[in-house]
């Protein structure tokens, strides 16, 4: 079976350092705010060329503290993308605010930015990109956009560890980049955590106090805070990761250049775009197709997994149904029906990718 993302693979390679590193962690006795997580806050600011990163619990926690922490509530607009993971939606709500969803590009399943002005009221106070399936979004034309209106500029970066437009990193735009640490991320830990990257002190400061109860003083508390720490364990692990990310998010570009050759100009299929100022990390290989049930079979038949990232665009999911019963979104809603992610990890090797792309190529041919 080849499946979506291979962890064990992955863990075989850097076991030794992760048992040294647990060893370490256990005999320190220091499980929650400590040198690793420390480390791995400089280290991750670094790499981002961020002044601040600030870890927290997850991926959806970085969201909700960053809102949070922009002020942003009740009353409050905030543009975003439906075709992404719920947790983008949720975080609006968390604070009170309200998703205003635009359609996505077609070819970059990203936020149609030409779209971005029109949805624009008194309300609005911030955007949020999404930097879907680890392709970048247009941030230089997005920040002109924010400037003009005086938008805050929040990016869901969940799915874009090491992504770039133009050689500067994803998180580094807004006023906040989120990160997920989910385990199956470009940089994912052996659990939950997430982490806010920032430009602004006054912001990093916020969400110190916010992660950690509302706290800036021991036992004095501020503000109601939440508990969303990251712990040492997971920081160590995503250090030694964050060590190796370089290597594998080129891997995954590797995989996604074979899927190219191999699957460019077939019947009813389009493979992934990218943009010339775009540095994609492909979280996700996501093809569009035609007879999406037939490829799917194949795949099924040639044991090779594949994964519907995503089926139902979040203004048609259960929970905002009712809410936006009047919007239409035809870009997002026919990608929906014919998007479908291949393997992508980067210890897939060249038999596996043969195996996934004869699958699809007599799909698609047959
Ligand atoms: C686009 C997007 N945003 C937010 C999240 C939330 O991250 P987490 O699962 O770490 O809470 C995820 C991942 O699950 C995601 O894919």
Redesign the pocket.
Known sequence: MIPMVDLKAQYAEIREEIEAGFSEVLDSGQFIFGPQGQALEAEIAEFLGVPHAVSC???????HLALAAAGIGPGDEVITSAF?????AE?IRYVGATPVFVDIDAHSFNMDLGQVEAAVTQRTRAVLP???FGQPVDMPELQRIAAKHELRIIE?C??SFGAQWNGVMTGGFGLAG?????P??NLGGYG???LVATGSEAMAEELRVLRNHGSRERYHHHVIGYNSRLDEIQAMILRSKLRRIGSYNERRRHVARIYNERLAELPGLRTPWEDAEGYHVY?QYTILVEDRARVMAALRDADVACAI?YPVPLHRQEVFRDAYAGLSLPVTERVAQECLSLPMYPELTEEQIRTVTDAVTAATRG
Not at 84 to 88: D, S
């Open positions: 619990a997850s991926g959806t926690d970085a969201l992404t993971f719920i947790a983008t975080a999404v930097h879907l869901d969940a799915q989120c990160f997920s640490f989910f199956s991320k939950d955590g997430g979280h990232y």
